[in-house]
């Protein structure tokens, strides 16, 4: 009955596949298979200064993390090349791109410096290829992002992060943290100060596992897109019709 209402009402879409259109359904979603490991993150930071507040405010949420259940690699930009300067299968590179396809779900952290993220945070970024053969690395994975101010609290990078995110096709969550004066919110050690700032860390990284959770089993399903499944179908019935090879 489901299926003969579908029928009548593509035909009021003359424009549409049937054969490629797909209904949403909580069923198929409820069937979903999520897998019983820790949820895993990889975490980026952007800066590479000796005492790097992006990078105290990356392990701080990584130590929240693991206190949540997950499992977390954060990758050093030490050495890593601008983009385009070497070849893909430079070590570094090698090493971001394995955790992330690895991850299932990432925190990007950046200082603001004049106003946006850090070329140390972009170009870690613009190393993970939006495809790998048939496979894309971040598509359907969760992202948090944070930034760290030197002066007055902003909103610049992490609205940037998130326009990233988009792009990379990723499940950014709605949290977000931006910490303003950052050298007042770490004590000698490196660990961060009590304050409301932390709070929102905490509250950030307990949302990023709850959505991991939630979407990880169901990831591939949520980001299939009916323009994609079109494609792929004009594209194999041109290769199985083709006259010759």
Request: glycine share 6%; aromatic share 6%.
């Amino acid at each position: 009955m489901r299926r003969a209402a579908v029928s009548i009402a593509l035909r009021e879409l003359p424009n549409i596949d049937a054969e490629q259109f797909d209904r949403p359904s909580s069923e198929r979603l409820a069937s979903a298979t999520s897998p019983r490991h820790a949820p895993r993150f990889l975490l980026l930071y952007g800066s590479l200064r000796e005492r790097s507040y992006s990078r105290l405010l990356t392990e701080e949420a990584a130590r929240l993390l693991e206190a949540m259940g997950g499992e977390t690699r954060i990758f050093d930009p030490a050495g890593l090349p601008l983009p385009d300067s070497a070849p893909d299968d430079h070590p570094k590179v090698q090493e971001l791109r394995t955790l992330a396809q690895w991850a299932e779900g990432m925190v990007w952290c950046s200082p603001e410096r004049h106003g946006s993220m850090t070329g140390i945070m972009k170009a870690q970024i613009d190393w993970i290829p939006l495809s790998v053969g048939a496979v894309r690395p971040t598509q359907g994975k969760t992202l948090a992002v944070m930034q760290v101010s030197g002066g007055s609290q902003s909103f610049n990078a992490v609205n940037q992060l998130r326009v990233l995110g988009r792009w990379m096709r990723m499940l950014t969550i709605p949290n977000q943290s931006s910490v303003a004066k950052a050298f007042l919110e770490f004590d000698e050690a490196g660990r961060m100060k009590p304050s409301s700032y932390y709070e929102r860390v905490v509250d950030v990284m307990e949302e990023l596992v709850k959505f991991t959770l939630l979407t990880r089993g169901a990831a591939d399903y949520l980001v299939d897109r009916y323009s994609e499944r079109k494609e792929s179908a004009e594209q194999l019935s041109k290769r199985v019709n083709q006259r010759a090879i």
